[in-house]
């Protein structure tokens, strides 16, 4: 039986925190933002890894983003991924969901033996969580998302896959090959691998695909593939609060909070 | 550009509302979607649908109407009994391209946010993701939704006036439902629904159900972060005093101390408080947009610096610890004066 192939989509995002709308421009101001992987993309990565770490495989690596991506792309191959893809073109540009999954699907075509495609349950940044479904959908994979636990049956060519929902759980099981969706701390991602540092940051080339080399058709990809449009931008309307610091010991506060909470 | 399968032209002008049931009640969030699609249905005068899937649906029907839909629109097969994405996507895709609404709204909850991504791409359409307001441009028969991004700093205003159906998802918590009244209509439609065992990929190896947790609506939510060292019994000591509910910030729930349900903010619950009482928690965006409503937010942190300061309006610096016992003691005195 070949290996397992295995591919995490990953998204680097701006921390949010870190992000402000210019008032006049009505455009966001990343600059000085620092960025970070999509955490929960982390926690993907890391589910990928403990199967090959139990039953061999290989993982590759695919994001869609300016190319600045590939030094955080190393990182992820640092950590034991054995290829990267970063799929990078000014006119990817400005695509809402339905350009991305069009792209990343684009790409998982021309990779061609891809079984189990995990993503992180949604960004920090648009976090609309709708990638992974639509990514399934443009390949007519199924889909499970919001995973905790999966174990790979290559034998009968299944996923199995623990996703807790209203308040209960359920194991659910589909055919190979796959999409799913990693939940949000499902795991403690490990750290860089110091031995494979040398070979993730300096040996190793990360692939660069524009949108000619994954023969993406320009309808369907960056603005004119997004039926979204932006029209406005602001600063979220945060209620003014009024930051009255309470003073004294634990017992004086107590009292001043019950007379604040039965007064309303 | 990119072509949806119909575009405005072709549309019926129609407001549709995917439901979701529990039992024998339909969800909140469906009361929710029902309550705002009442409101866009008015903007534009254009009918409103809700639409049920499943198995034997008939006895959610009045639910439906008498929260003010104008009919209700049933999808129903033994295929649809148990929820799976690919059954739900085909039977609702397939009464889709026979209607042609013009707007649908799902709730942003795991099985709908997934059909509505599916369906978005296999109708070639875009989808607002967990929208905090919606309206209708009357003109042009556009909907305009209002996202937030970034962890909640950030609102963009999204439309798509070229491309149909308009989808959109609604986080549970964030619009009001509408008391039951007298229905406008009883008008109950059935789709034809066709469906093969072999579209279902999905098979279900174990479902458990949990108790429904609903914090949405607690008129006092006393939520714990990091700060507590998990120590919710004093958090649900205080909130039952208060008569209220207790949240939790992501940390506490991802460290299993507390039931998922109760995570307030970005990927948890939107909560409308009257009063909202953070205990040892920073204030991140993520989870500041789950109690920004709040009338009043009172906050406990031994950190003078933390951002939730900047957030409300009573600001406690100090060790909960040593707060809340003091708090509880308090409230309780107070029970016994007034009992006297
Ligand atoms: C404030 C804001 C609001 C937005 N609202 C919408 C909206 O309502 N509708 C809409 O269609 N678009 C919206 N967008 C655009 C959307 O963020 C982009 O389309 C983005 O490329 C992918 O969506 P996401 O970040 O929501 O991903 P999600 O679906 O939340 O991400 C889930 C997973 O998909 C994978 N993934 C996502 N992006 C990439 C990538 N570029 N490369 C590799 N893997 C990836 C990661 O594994 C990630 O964890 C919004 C953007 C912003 C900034
Ligand atoms: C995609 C994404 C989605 C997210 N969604 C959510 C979400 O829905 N909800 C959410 O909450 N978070 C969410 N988060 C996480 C969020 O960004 C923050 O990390 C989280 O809210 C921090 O929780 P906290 O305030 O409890 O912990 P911390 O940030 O660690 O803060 C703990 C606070 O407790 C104080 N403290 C410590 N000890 C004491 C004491 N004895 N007495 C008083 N104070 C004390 C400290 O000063 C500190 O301010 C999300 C993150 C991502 C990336």
Known sequence: ?264 | MVASLFDPSEENKAIWVLLESAGVELTDVSFELLAKGRELADEVDWPLAGVLIGDRLEHLNSQVLSHQADEVLLLEHPLLEAFTVDAYTQALYAAIMERIPSVILFGATPNSRDIAGRLAVRLRTGLNADCIDLRMDKDRGVLISDVTGFGGGVVALLEMPDHRPQLATVRPGVFHSLEASAPRSDKVRRAKVELDQSVIRTRIIEQVKGEGVSIGQAPVLVCGGRGISGNFEMLTELAELLGGDVGATRPPVDEGYIERERQVGQTGVICHPEIAINCGISGAFHFVVGIQDAEIIISINSDPNAPIFEFSDYCVVGDVEQILPALIQSLKEERVVTHA
Not at chain 1, 115 to 125: A, I, N, T
Not at chain 1, 193 to 205: L, N, S, V
């Open chain 1, 1 to 264: 039986m070949p290996d397992l192939h295995m591919a995490v989509c990953m998204k680097v995002v701006p921390k949010p925190e870190e992000i402000r709308v210019d008032p006049e421009t009505r455009t966001l101001l990343r600059e000085g933002a620092r960025s970070e992987i999509n955490p929960p993309d982390m926690n993907a990565l890391e589910m990928a890894l403990s199967i090959k770490d139990e039953a061999g495989g290989r993982i590759s690596l695919i994001s869609m983003g300016p190319p600045f991506v590939e030094e955080y792309l190393r990182v992820g191959l640092a950590m034991g991924a054995d290829d990267a893809y970063l799929l990078t073109d000014r006119a990817f540009a400005g695509a809402d969901t339905l350009a991305t999954t069009y792209t990343l699907a684009q790409c998982l075509h021309k990779i061609g033996d891809v079984e189990v495609v995990l993503l992180g349950e949604e960004s920090s940044d648009g976090a609309t969580g709708q990638v992974p479904p639509g990514l399934a959908e443009w390949m007519d994979y199924p889909l499970i998302t919001l995973l905790r636990s999966l174990e790979i049956d290559k034998e009968q060519n299944v996923l199995r896959g623990r996703r807790n929902v209203d308040g209960g759980y359920e194991i659910l099981e589909v055919p190979l090959p796959a999409v799913i969706s990693v939940a949000t701390a499902a795991n403690e991602p490990r750290f860089m691998d110091f031995e494979r540092k040398g070979w993730a940051f300096e040996d190793t080339q990360v692939t660069m695909w524009d949108a000619q080399d994954l023969s993406a058709e320009s309808q369907f990809i960056g603005i004119p593939g997004s039926p979204t449009i932006v029209t406005g931008l602001e600063q979220a309307a945060s209620q003014e609060r009024k930051n009255i610091f309470l003073d004294g010991g634990a017992s004086e506060i107590a009292d001043q909070l019950v007379k604040i909470l039965r007064s309303n």
